[in-house]
């Protein structure tokens, strides 16, 4: 009975927020040039209402046009596909603040520790087929060594791992979801968590002797409120 009563409440949050929301005044923040160049030769391919597989919090509800519409189009300079309505600061800050990755991902993320067979899933779907073309590369590049690196969204560690075991780096890591970072804490501990926050923007900051030989980020930029800030904050990561 819960479960059902669960589900007929967030019907009629979907259906009143379909309602409601065109009418509202817009919170967000309106591009008007393209995420990367820069460029104002952009076209509008359509307006999204996307649907939310959770409710919003009642906290969250005073920026909730920022969590459901999107402005998709292109830059015809550059080809770059995204969207033109965005997140003001406000609301991004609230969104994380309330745990927006543990809100809407699916799966065991909002569990600690994770659901038996949870981290092998997450692993085998994102990276068991990356891994060995990474390994490929460096073989190919005669790279055998790694110093440091640092993993943006590093989930539970599995990739860290190899790094470490394989070729004997430092490993630091910084995820979005609090309960990834949990779990490193608690029972990986040859990977420590770099300060910072993953929260439409990498924010973090850059000690001058801790740049990274080797950085990888994964659906980090997808979700940048501020790309040519996040490409810069990376490029500043790398070890020269």
Known sequence: MPSLLKAIDNSVNSVTSKIKLPFRKETGL??????????????????????????????????????????????????????????????????????????????????????????????????????????????????????????????????????????GAECWGLDMTHTCEQYIRESVPEIQIHEGRLSGLIDMPIPPKRQFDLVICFHVLIHSNDLKRDLETLHALVAD
């Not at 509008?44 to 402005?71: C, I, N, S, T």
């Not at 770059?80 to 994380?96: I, N, T």
């Open 30 to 167: 309106r591009r008007d040039h393209c995420a990367l160049c820069g460029s104002k030769n952009i076209r509008l391919l359509d307006r999204r209402y996307l649907k939310l597989p959770f409710a919003v919090p009642p906290k969250g509800q005073k920026y909730e046009d920022q969590m459901h519409w999107r402005d998709n189009g292109v830059c015809l300079d550059c080809d770059l596909r995204q969207s033109f309505y965005l997140f003001s600061e406000e609301g991004r800050a609230l969104y994380y603040e309330l745990g927006l990755d543990t809100l809407s991902s699916p799966g065991g993320y909002n569990v600690h520790p994770p659901p038996d067979g949870w981290r092998e899933k997450v692993f085998a779907i994102n990276w068991e087929n990356r891994i060995p073309k990474w390994d490929a590369y460096f073989k190919k590049a005669g790279i055998t060594k790694v110093k440091r690196a640092l993993h943006l969204r590093s989930e539970y560690g599995r990739v860290l791992q190899h790094f470490a075991k394989n070729y």
